[in-house]
């Protein structure tokens, strides 16, 4: 499985954007995925999963509310809508795939990860 994501830039504090996943093959619609985010200088970070159907949603808290995460399995692509930005949302966002189909919120747990989007906040 091959991952691409997409979507990252600059902002504002308070606007949004929406980060796209896109993913090679055909056993993309059996995987949970997964956002996850690493700041300059800090330990990547969870931020959400969504099981192989779409059913079942995990958010983290620093993100609760602001972030949701979707996937559409006919265009083999995961989502990740971006709210209410903060400064502190300013990391490289990483999607990443788990052959088994439920969440999980570990990157230990992933079995494939993308290149990684740059997303930047300015106060």
């Known amino acids: 499985v091959q991952l691409q994501a997409s979507g990252g830039g600059l902002v504002q504090a308070g606007g949004s954007l929406r980060l796209s996943c896109a993913a090679s093959g055909r056993t993309f619609s059996s995987y949970a995925m997964g956002w996850f985010?690493?700041?300059?200088?800090?330990?990547?970070?969870?931020?959400?999963?969504?099981?192989?159907?779409?059913?079942?949603?995990?958010?983290?808290?620093?993100?609760?509310?602001?972030?949701?995460?979707?996937?559409?399995?006919?265009?083999?692509?995961?989502f990740l809508q971006m709210n209410s930005l903060k400064p502190e949302d300013t990391a490289v966002y990483y999607c990443a795939a788990r052959t088994t189909g439920t969440i999980a919120t570990k990157h230990p747990w992933y079995d494939y990860w993308g290149q990684g989007t740059l997303v930047t906040v300015s106060s």
């Open 37 to 78: 985010r690493q700041a300059p200088g800090k330990e990547r970070e969870f931020v959400a999963t969504i099981s192989w159907r779409g059913g079942t949603t995990y958010h983290a808290d620093s993100v609760k509310g602001r972030f949701t995460i979707s996937r559409d399995n006919v265009k083999n692509t995961v």
